[in-house]
């Protein structure tokens, strides 16, 4: 049973305690409880009653010669559940009184109830003991209260400024020295500061661990890896939880880690209440930008990091999809959301954000690898509705495994750009939709293919500078119709006699012959380029 009242204060341990001078004189062995003896000393406490648990708290270290104990074995068990049900720090029993030897039913009953059991084998002056110990506590208080007001001033400046919840969790992760998750009701992680540790052992099977740890009402280790927890709460109540990974089984909690939780817990919930804030969003979008850039250590820190977010890795089939809008910085903030909100009344696990300006970013995992196409033509519906016509969706190819998102990601990326202006008929595209034109207009600040361009073109174009001719749109026309000189004299809109004169002279002004295939591709390459640089830049 944990102590009636909550400890404040840095306590020494019972350890601690053991090597001062004042007690070390009387020889203590440890008899029971060794596993213990961390356990917090909050005050030490002189008693020769039977009935010491209406006078205790929790966390004393009590002191006796045992003068009243009985002989009787179920007598000792019952005062020795009293301690622990009272949550007594530990029992220390000076030799010569009352034993020689401490009972062997005492010795039983504080390992049967994990209670420090600590025999002095010479005598030491008990008032010593308590003023030498209260005096470290007192010290030690004093010290906490100096830098809780120090750990105070710090959230409230954060609060003050507006600080993003990514730069509280992080200053609590710095003020403890100690990982930091915060996760929201359904034990998705969705900021995590490691302190530089890989994620693959922290997050893994976050979930199922985080389920086994209830918050507690008070702080307290909780859970079997004695994690601490705050609970984080926003205008309709409970949140979520910051979880500070302590792991302080069968011990009383830092107490100077219990102070920064608390604050970061409070800022937190401020920061919820000051207004909008979609901070599973802004998860995602830390994510998929790590994933894209590839910044995780590992395969096995990706899919950790991923799994602890809600996105199963394992089983699924993988997409990376991107809506390349043209809204100014800000007006596609909502429509992640919806797509978010969409793709889970489907029942689609997906990560969703903003990557960069125009550009919102789709992480599917599918457990039907054909199931895709509707998937992506749904948020080509949703893009369309909310962004108009400049909207483009791309999916790059499907992998098994995070390790090949990036590409996956990529190849979505530059479709996007390539593909523009979007058909009002296609909902979205992959990277077998980009052809020689699309290649080109992404390519088109390539300064080789500028001048490649410039080699082929420059004596047509500066001719029709001179005479205000009409050779380049000839030849584009020519080009248009692969060589069908009939069909480009239409496109031209010349008689086939004056559009024979001006292929005639192209090919006197350029040297070469449009009946060969290669230079009437080589030509062909030119007049793209030179048009995707004349052209609306994709992706603007």
């Not at 109540?237 to 910051?242: A, T």
């Not at 930008?289 to 950790?304: C, G, H, I, K, Q």
């Not at 800000?330 to 550009?359: F, N, Y």
Request: hydrophobic share 45%.
């Amino acid at each position: 049973m944990p102590p009636r009242h909550p400890v404040s204060g840095h306590f020494p341990t019972i350890a601690e305690v053991l090597r001062l001078p004042v007690l070390a004189e009387g020889m203590p062995r440890v008899l029971a409880g060794e596993s213990q003896l961390n356990r917090a000393v909050r005050w030490v406490h002189v008693t020769e009653l039977l009935n010491p648990a209406d006078f205790l708290e929790g966390g004393e270290l009590v002191l006796t010669t045992g003068m009243p104990h009985p002989e009787d074995p179920s007598k000792l068990r019952d005062y020795v559940d009293q301690l622990a049900d009272v949550g007594a720090a530990g029992l220390i029993v000076e030799l010569g009184y009352r034993y020689r030897k401490v009972p062997e039913e005492l010795v039983g009953a504080c390992r049967a109830r994990e209670v420090p059991l600590i025999e002095l084998a010479r005598g030491v002056r008990f008032i010593d003991v308590t003023q030498t110990v209260h005096a470290l506590i007192l010290d030690a208080q004093g010290a906490l209260l100096r830098r809780g007001r120090d750990i105070q001033d710090i959230f409230t400046a954060l609060t003050l400024r507006g600080a993003s919840p990514e730069e509280l969790v992080h200053t609590t992760a710095e003020l403890t020295g100690v990982p930091v998750v915060l996760e929201d009701l359904t034990h998705r992680a969705l900021m995590c500061e490691l302190l530089g540790r890989p994620y693959e052992p922290v997050v893994s099977a976050w979930a199922r661990r985080s389920r086994a740890a209830p918050t507690p009402e008070k702080l307290a280790p909780s859970g079997p890896e004695g994690w601490l927890i705050a609970p984080v709460q926003d205008h309709h109540g409970p949140w979520g939880r910051l979880v500070l990974l302590d792991s302080r089984l069968n011990t009383e909690p830092d107490p100077e880690h219990v102070l920064v939780l608390e604050r970061a817990a409070v800022a937190l919930t401020m920061a919820r209440l000051a207004g909008p804030a979609w901070w599973e969003r802004r998860a995602h979008r830390s994510v998929l930008r790590d994933l894209y850039e590839r910044r995780f250590r590992s395969p096995a820190d990706a899919r950790a990091r991923a799994e602890a977010l809600g996105l199963p890795a394992f089983g699924h089939r993988l997409f990376a999809v991107v809506i390349r809008h043209t809204r100014r910085v800000g007006e596609g903030e909502q429509l992640d959301e919806r797509i978010a909100k969409a793709l889970v009344q489907t029942g689609v696990r997906a990560l969703v954000g903003q990557t960069a300006p125009g550009r919102i970013g789709v992480l599917l995992a599918l457990a039907q690898a054909s199931a895709w196409q509707p998937v992506a033509e749904r948020i080509g519906r949703l893009a369309r509705e909310e962004l108009g016509e400049g909207a483009v969706v791309a999916v790059g190819p499907g992998v098994t495994d995070l390790s090949g998102i990036a590409r996956s990601w990529q190849e979505a990326e530059q479709t996007a750009e390539a593909i523009t202006p979007a058909s009002p008929e296609r909902w979205f595209y992959v990277p077998a939709d980009v052809e020689l034109p699309e290649l080109l207009g992404v390519l088109r600040e390539d300064t080789r293919l500028q001048r490649y361009a410039e080699r082929q073109l420059t004596r047509l174009i500066e001719h029709d500078d001179r005479n205000g001719g009409d050779l380049l749109p000839s030849l584009r026309a020519y080009l248009t119709a692969a060589g069908n000189k009939s069909v480009a004299a239409k496109l031209a809109g010349m008689s086939r006699q004056a559009y024979y004169q001006r292929l005639h002279t192209i090919e006197r002004l350029l040297g070469c012959d449009l009946e060969s295939g290669l230079q009437r591709t080589s030509l062909h390459v030119a007049v793209l380029v030179l048009d995707a640089g004349a052209g609306a830049v994709p992706g603007s």
